[in-house]
DNA sequence: CGAAAGGCTCTTTTT
DNA sequence: GAGCCTTTCG
C-alpha cells in the first residue's frame, strides 16, 4: 500500500514536506490526526527515518493511543521507538532519565491539581495568610500563569505590581520551597524544568537535538510557552518541525493555551512552509454551514474556507424545553426514538455540555429510562477519595519524603493519628530539618531517636506513631521485590482500608473503584518491582478522563465540550445552550473569553457527522436555587434557514421567554390573587382538570405542580399558566 | 480523638 | 447542592 493514495493533494503536501517547519491549518474534519500519522509513516518508510529519532506530541494519552494503532496498521515495522505522547508524560520521563543532573529526584512525584491547592492551602497557613482571604484557587491560577511563563518566586516578585501580587508572590516562594522538600512536581514543572535543564546543560541538550531529527505537535493552538519553547529547544538542530493546529479550536487559554504561538512559529521559522487543510470529511453541508455561521461571529480571527463534498444533510434542531429535567427528558426521548426508527445507534449519539454539573440531571432521566450511557468525567475516576487514598499510599513507598501523601494517609483509615498530632509531628520535622516521614520515631535519624521526640509524644500516640511508621517500612520493603499487584494487595489489606471501606457508606461503590483500580494495576504486574511503582503513578497522574473513553460499547457518551475536541459523532447535542451557560457567565466581561465560548461551542458542532440538536431549558437550577435564562446568544447567529424548531421553539425568542420577560418587566397583579395550595383543584386551557401536587415560591414567581387527569404531572409557572381554580 | 451536625462559600473548562 | 470548615459533644 501506498501511503500517499488515500490522501488529498494537501494533505499529501503537508506530508511530503519533510524539510523543515511546516505549519498545518486544519479546520475540524480535515483528516489532521490521519496526516500526522501519514507523515510519520511516511518518514519511517520512504524516507527511512529510524522510528527513535521522531517525536510526536499529541493533546491527549488517548490521541497517543490511537496514534500508535494507525502507525501499527501503516507500518508494520516496530513503532515502540517512537517518542510519542503528551507533552507531560514526555517531560516526565525527560525529567526521570536526566533530572539528576538538575537536581531533581527521579523518584518525583507529580502533584495533580488538587495536591497543589492544599499545598497551597499550606503554604498560606505557613507565611501566615488566611486562606479565607485568599482564594486558594486564584493563586494556584497566578502561579501556573508564572510558571507556564517560567517564572521563578524571585522574578515574580520583582515583576509584581499589586498587593495581590505581592500575595501570591509570598506563597509561591513557600510553595516551591515545600515542593522541592517533597520531591514533588507540579504539572507545570514538568515542563518548565525540561526547559531549564535543555537550558543549563547543554550537553543534555545538544543529546536531544542530536536524536530528534522530527518534531511533530498536534493540537498546537492550545500549546503554552513553555510547550513552545519546549519544541524549539528539540529542534533546534534539524528544524523539522511539524506543528498542526486551528486557532478556531482553541479552548484551553484558560490553561494558558497561547495562540500567539502560531504567530510565534511564522515568525521564529520565516521559510516554514503554510499548508490548510480545509476539505472537511466529517459533516454534512448543513452542519458545516451551522458551524461557520457560529464562529464566523467573532472578530479575532483570520477567515478560512471550509467546504464538504458530504450531502446536504438534516437542519440544525434547536429545541426549548421548561427545565433542565425536561431538557434532559427530550434529549433521552430523541435518542430513544432515533434508535427505534435505525436513524443512529446509542453509541452515535454524544451529549455535550458546557459544565460538569449539567450531567446530573442527563443521567437521572438516562437512568430513568434505562438507556445506557456512559460518563466520561462526573467526579472524576483518580480524584475520588479511595482512589487518591490508596494512592497516597503507594506514593509514599515510592518517594516517602512526600508529605502529601503522608498526610493524606496517615489516619486513614483512622488510627488516632489526629490534627494535634500531626501538627506536632509536622513543626517537629520542621526543627529538625527532615522530612515529616523521616520524623516519624521508627524512621528518626539515630542521633536523635527516642530523646528528641519525647517532650512531644506521650507513650500512646508515640506507640501509634511508631506502629504506622513499621507499617510504611514494611510496605517499602516489600515494594523491592513484590510484583505491582501483591504490593497493591499487602498495601489494601494490611493497611486496614479494605475493612475500612467495607462497613462504612456507599462500601459496595468504592470498594468497586478499587478493584477497578486493581485492574489497572495488574496492567504492570509483569514490570520489574520499581519500575512498575513508577510507571503507574505516573500514568495515573497524568491521564485524563477521555483517556478512558471506551468508544466500542454502544451506549451514549455524556461529555464536556472540552473533552470532546478531537472527538466525532454522528448525532450530537448541545445541551444548556443559554446565556450564562453557553457563553458561560464567567466570561461575559471579557471579549476574548467570550470568543473563547463561542470556539466551544464551534467545537461542539463541529463534532458531529449526521445531526446536531441545540437545546435549551428556559429555567435551570444553579447552585441550588432555581434561574431564568434566555436563549443562548450563539443562535441567534445561526440563519433560520439552517435551523428546525422542535418543543418551544419558535425562531426567534420563544413564547415562553416572551411571556415571562414582559411579565417581568411589568409583573402582572393578578398573579397574588390566585393563592394555590396542595389539593387544590385546578384547570388548564390546555391539560384540563387537575390536582396541585405541590406549590412554591421561585425567584419573581411560583412554581406549581399540577398532576392533571389525563395529561400527567406538570410544573407550571403560575405567571403564565393561567391556572383556574375549581370549587 | 473523632463522629456528627451546622454553617459557610462558591461554583467553568483539565494535562 | 456540595464540599469544606468549624463547633460540639461523647
Redesign the pocket.
Given at each position: 500500500m501506498n501511503i500517499l493514495d488515500e490522501l488529498n493533494p494537501a494533505q499529501r503536501e503537508a506530508v511530503e514536506a519533510v524539510n523543515g517547519p511546516v505549519l498545518i491549518l486544519a479546520g475540524p474534519g480535515s483528516g489532521k490526526t490521519m496526516v500526522i500519522a501519514h507523515r510519520v509513516a511516511y518518514l519511517i518508510k520512504v524516507c527511512g527515518v529510524s522510528p527513535h529519532r521522531i517525536m510526536a506530541v499529541t493533546?491527549?494519552?488517548k490521541a497517543a493511543r490511537e496514534m500508535e494503532e494507525r502507525l501499527h496498521r501503516l507500518v508494520s515495522s516496530s513503532v515502540r521507538e517512537l517518542t510519542l505522547g503528551?507533552?507531560?508524560?514526555i517531560c516526565a520521563r525527560i525529567l526521570r532519565n536526566e533530572g539528576r543532573a538538575v537536581g531533581i529526584n527521579p523518584k518525583f512525584v507529580i502533584y495533580?491539581?488538587e495536591d497543589q491547592i492544599s499545598l497551597i492551602?499550606r503554604s498560606l497557613k505557613e507565611v501566615d495568610l488566611d486562606?479565607k482571604q485568599y482564594?486558594p484557587?486564584a493563586i494556584v491560577s497566578a502561579i501556573s500563569a508564572a510558571k507556564s511563563r517560567m517564572l521563578p518566586p524571585k522574578d515574580y516578585i520583582e515583576q509584581g505590581r499589586s498587593y495581590f501580587d505581592e500575595i501570591v508572590g509570598r506563597v509561591y516562594e513557600r510553595y516551591e520551597q515545600i515542593l522541592t522538600e517533597n520531591s514533588g512536581l507540579d504539572?507545570n514543572d514538568l515542563l518548565m524544568k525540561a526547559v531549564q535543564l535543555f537550558r543549563n546543560k547543554s550537553d543534555i541538550s545538544s543529546r536531544y537535538q542530536a536524536r530528534y531529527l522530527h518534531l511533530l505537535v498536534d493540537e498546537f493552538q492550545d500549546t503554552n510557552l513553555t510547550q513552545y519553547e519546549l519544541i524549539k529547544q528539540l529542534g533546534g538542530k534539524y528544524h523539522n518541525i511539524c506543528v498542526v493546529g486551528d486557532p478556531d479550536q482553541s479552548?484551553y487559554s484558560?490553561?494558558f493555551a497561547d495562540l500567539r504561538n502560531i504567530l510565534s512559529f511564522e515568525k521564529d521559522y520565516p521559510e516554514a512552509k503554510l499548508v490548510l487543510l480545509e476539505q472537511n470529511y466529517r459533516s454534512t453541508k448543513k452542519i458545516l454551514d451551522t458551524a461557520s455561521y457560529i464562529i464566523e461571529a467573532n472578530q479575532q480571527r483570520k477567515p478560512k474556507e471550509l467546504w464538504t463534498n458530504n450531502e446536504l444533510g438534516e437542519l440544525t434542531t434547536v429545541v426549548e424545553t421548561y427545565t433542565e429535567q425536561e431538557e434532559a427528558q427530550f434529549v433521552v426521548n430523541e435518542v430513544e426514538r432515533l434508535v427505534s426508527e435505525g436513524k443512529a445507534s446509542l453509541g452515535d449519539c454524544a451529549i455535550m455540555y458546557?459544565?460538569?454539573?449539567q450531567s446530573r440531571a442527563l443521567e437521572e432521566a438516562f437512568v430513568r429510562y434505562g438507556t445506557p450511557y456512559k460518563l466520561v468525567?462526573g467526579?472524576r475516576f483518580y480524584e475520588r477519595r479511595e482512589i487518591k487514598d490508596i494512592i497516597a499510599y503507594l506514593r509514599l513507598i515510592q518517594n516517602p519524603h512526600d508529605s502529601v501523601s503522608l498526610m493524606r494517609i496517615i489516619?486513614v483509615p483512622?488510627?488516632?493519628?489526629?490534627?494535634?498530632?500531626q501538627a506536632k509531628l509536622s513543626s517537629w520535622a520542621k526543627s529538625m530539618g527532615v522530612s515529616q516521614y523521616e520524623a516519624l520515631p521508627v524512621m528518626a535519624k539515630p542521633e536523635v531517636k527516642e530523646t528528641a521526640h519525647q517532650p512531644f509524644f506521650n507513650s500512646r500516640?508515640s506507640q501509634t506513631l511508631t506502629d504506622f511508621g513499621n507499617l510504611m517500612e514494611e510496605f517499602i520493603a516489600h515494594s523491592q521485590e513484590l510484583n505491582l499487584v501483591d504490593l497493591f494487595d499487602l498495601v489494601v489489606e494490611r493497611s486496614g482500608y479494605k475493612n475500612y471501606i467495607l462497613g462504612g457508606i456507599e462500601e459496595e461503590e468504592r470498594w468497586e473503584n478499587i478493584l477497578e483500580l486493581r485492574t489497572v494495576v495488574q496492567q504492570y504486574r509483569d514490570f520489574k518491582p520499581q519500575d512498575g511503582l513508577t510507571d503507574f503513578l505516573e500514568g495515573v497522574t497524568?491521564v485524563?478522563?477521555?483517556?478512558r473513553l471506551d468508544r466500542s460499547v454502544d451506549t451514549v457518551t455524556l461529555i464536556?465540550l472540552?473533552?470532546a475536541k478531537g472527538l466525532e459523532f454522528p448525532v450530537v447535542f448541545i445541551v444548556g445552550m443559554e446565556d450564562g451557560i453557553l457563553p458561560?457567565f464567567?466570561?461575559f466581561d471579557d471579549p476574548a473569553?467570550m470568543e473563547e465560548e463561542r470556539r466551544l461551542c464551534y467545537v461542539g458542532v463541529t463534532r458531529a457527522k449526521q445531526r446536531v440538536y441545540l437545546v435549551r431549558a428556559f429555567r435551570r437550577?444553579?447552585?441550588?436555587s432555581s434561574t431564568v435564562s434566555r436563549p443562548s446568544r450563539f443562535l441567534n447567529d445561526i440563519p433560520q434557514h439552517l435551523i428546525q424548531g422542535g418543543g418551544l421553539w419558535s425562531g426567534e425568542e420563544s413564547q415562553i421567554t416572551k411571556a415571562i420577560y414582559s411579565w417581568n418587566e411589568a409583573p402582572a397583579p393578578s398573579l397574588n390573587n390566585v393563592a394555590l395550595k396542595a389539593g387544590d383543584h385546578v384547570r388548564h386551557a390546555q391539560f384540563g382538570n387537575g390536582v396541585v401536587v405541590s406549590c412554591q415560591l421561585v425567584t419573581d414567581d411560583s412554581e406549581v405542580v399540577v398532576a392533571f387527569i389525563g395529561a400527567g404531572v406538570k410544573k407550571l409557572l403560575l405567571s403564565f399558566a393561567y391556572l383556574e381554580k375549581v370549587e
Open positions: 493533546f491527549t494519552n503528551t507533552f507531560h508524560a495533580d491539581d492551602k486562606p482564594a484557587r504539572f479552548i484558560w490553561r458546557r459544565t460538569n454539573a468525567a467526579t489516619n483512622g488510627r488516632g493519628i489526629g490534627q494535634q498530632t500516640i497524568l485524563s478522563d477521555v483517556d464536556t472540552h473533552q458561560h464567567k466570561s473569553q437550577n444553579l447552585m441550588g
